[in-house]
């Protein structure tokens, strides 16, 4: 045997042993998975059926090491794990199944297929419950998904999808994790903006009344979050902690850096939303 061979050879006993803690299991899956690649995916898929029941963040994580390493024989189980997911939670406890469940299910749905018909729709049934950021990370991945789009669905942006499932795996599957990071991706503000106790590494967080009496949220380190599954997960987090605070009514991305949100909400209270948020996505020195 090669060492590779080796390895997958004592890596598959600890994927399938259900009394080793499902962290390790999975980490051990990720490794399977990078050597082993479409003849593993039996063995991760599995997991999906191991998780902590309706733990879609785990469960998210599984299809994750599937849509970076593995084959399509799984398809059927998440699709159907993924309407389950759309149809039970909101928020952002679905969205790590939302994208990892799309990239995978869109990588392996050959183009013009019953598979990818099947996948486009079930998006579209589901548009009014997506996020914000659900949206546009949805869009910017699948051009012509959104409902209302003349003629039939167009095809997703297969490499682009691969790419981002690849470089932005995280081997743990645990809620504490740590946040990924691209160390090089991000600025530092000069100092705070007035009125906010925002330390000074975490950027500005400026909100302008708009003409039309709405609030402008521009927040400086949005601009630099470019490591895709972080900036999937941080865009995520800005809509929610938006749409949690008193009086707002809507929040719409409009640019990169702004959100504009409709409400009665007080500026302060939108700031002082923010601040967990771009404190949990600074990366640590």
């Not at 019953?114 to 079930?122: C, F, I, P, Q, T």
């Not at 039939?152 to 990071?181: K, N």
Request: net charge negative; glycine share 10%; with cysteine.
């Amino acid at each position: 045997w090669s060492s590779d061979e080796r390895v997958v050879a004592a890596l598959r006993p600890v994927v399938s042993d259900a009394s080793t803690r499902f962290v390790l299991r999975l980490i051990g899956a990720t490794a399977l998975a990078k050597r082993a690649g479409s003849s593993a995916t039996g063995d991760v898929a599995s997991l999906i059926d191991q998780a902590p029941r309706g733990d879609y963040r785990q469960i998210g994580d599984v299809v994750h090491v599937m849509a970076a390493f593995c084959g399509g024989q799984a398809w059927e189980k998440v699709f159907d794990c993924l309407a389950t997911c759309l149809a039970e939670v909101r928020g952002s406890r679905r969205d790590v199944m939302f994208t990892r469940g799309v990239q995978y299910l869109a990588v392996h749905a050959a183009p013009g297929s019953a598979e990818l018909s099947r996948l486009g729709a079930l998006v579209r049934a589901n548009w009014a419950t997506l996020s914000e950021g659900e949206r546009w990370w949805a869009v910017e991945r699948w051009p012509g998904i959104q409902p209302g789009q003349p003629g039939p669905i167009g095809e997703p942006l297969r490499g682009a999808l691969l790419e981002e499932a690849r470089l932005g795996l995280v081997p743990a599957g645990h809620d504490d994790r740590p946040e990924e990071t691209d160390a090089g991706a991000w600025d530092d503000a000069d100092e705070p903006v007035a009125g906010d106790d925002l330390e000074g590494d975490v950027g500005e967080v400026e909100v302008t009344e708009t003409p039309d009496g709405r609030w402008k949220v521009e927040i400086e380190l949005a601009e630099f979050v470019r490591q895709p599954s972080v900036e999937a997960r941080f865009r995520f987090a800005i809509d929610e902690a938006l749409r949690g605070v008193d009086g707002v009514a809507e929040v719409v991305e409009e640019d990169r850096e702004v959100w504009i949100v409709s409400g009665t909400p007080k500026p302060e209270e939108l700031v002082q939303a923010l601040q967990p948020v771009l404190r949990r996505f600074v990366p640590e020195d």
